[in-house]
């Protein structure tokens, strides 16, 4: 197997909302909240309009967008036996996916992602995890990893206790390990166990500017280069309009981004950058290539609603 990826399992549901929601709800635009209750989750959502329902989740975004590609790729990530979960399941199947999870009922239902649609097209998140939240190192195909070239973990998922060893175990048996820090509200709760991964476990960093100058308290984004230049692996680092930067020991390479497009909605630009990167990666496509797949990917899915094509 090419790329087997480790995430949340998670049901997007979109919604179209105004800036003033966002203000109301006391919700930061552009980043991921966290809901620990579900009935307050459940009653955000009570007077909505759903645009649309998919299986989600950051990781398996990329890996759909992969199989897209033509790359023979895999999931793990824990649902329950419930509409959602066989609606995830489904979902993986119908892109040709492997899936390596066995659902049974839980205590916790499948997880739910609020995605909220504002009119400048940006995305602002309200993720219940449910059981996915959940994932333990009895979850981990030790098996399936050893089989794999390349392991893609995300920062959604890295949480202290079960998800830590379920992390660690996916880690000690993988060749080379890829994960993207996912969001700044990820990075700021687990700033130093995410700064040792980068540093000593991880093989490919993906993150936005933001959140790695967050990561490593840089003023400029020079910083950000040079501290990336130190570590010797491969990070790359999504820019907005600024476009996307990959730095590969003292190599940096740098690609602009796709003009004239209609944005309609940002959900899955990172995820789908990541798949396009990684089919050139896997594939032995020069760095540059890589930047140009992912800019490619993403540009597409930001044209339509949804994060995946």
Not at 166 to 188: G, R, T
Request: hydrophobic residues 40%; glycine residues 8%.
């Amino acid at each position: 197997m090419k790329i087997l990826g480790i995430g949340n399992a998670i049901v997007d549901v979109i919604c179209k909302v105004d800036d003033s929601f966002i203000e109301q709800n006391n919700l930061t635009k552009s980043t991921m909240k966290l809901f620990f209750d579900e009935n307050k989750f459940k009653q955000l959502l009570s007077n909505l309009k759903i645009e649309k329902t998919v299986s989600g989740g950051s990781v398996a975004n990329t890996i759909v967008g992969l199989s897209q590609l033509g790359d023979k790729v895999g999931f793990i990530g824990k649902i329950s036996d419930d509409d959602f979960g066989d609606k995830y399941e489904e979902g993986l199947k119908k892109e040709n996916i492997e899936y390596f999870y066995s659902k049974k009922k839980e205590e916790f239902p499948t997880g739910t992602c609020l995605i909220f649609v504002t009119p400048d097209s940006e995305r602002t998140m309200c993720t219940f995890l449910g059981i996915a939240g959940k994932i333990n190192e009895n979850d981990i195909n030790s098996d399936v990893i050893k089989k794999s070239e390349i392991i893609f973990l995300e920062g959604y998922l890295w949480d202290e206790g079960e998800p830590k060893k379920a992390f660690d175990k996916a880690i000690k048996n993988a060749k080379k390990v890829a994960m993207s820090l996912s969001d700044q509200f990820c990075v700021d709760r687990h700033k130093p166990h995410f700064l040792n991964l980068v540093k000593n476990k991880l093989d490919i960093i993906f993150a936005n500017e933001q959140e790695f100058t967050s990561l490593i308290e840089a003023k400029k984004f020079e910083e950000v280069i040079d501290f990336s230049k130190q570590l010797n692996k491969l990070v790359v680092v999504t820019r907005g309009n600024k476009g996307a930067v990959a730095i590969n020991g003292n190599e940096v390479v740098e690609c602009d981004i796709k003009k004239n497009l209609r944005i309609i909605d940002l959900t899955g630009a990172g995820d789908l950058f990541a798949a396009g990167f990684l089919h050139g990666y896997v594939n032995k496509l020069s760095i540059n290539e890589c930047l140009e797949n992912g800019t490619e990917m993403s540009s597409r899915v930001i044209q339509q609603i949804g994060a995946r094509i």
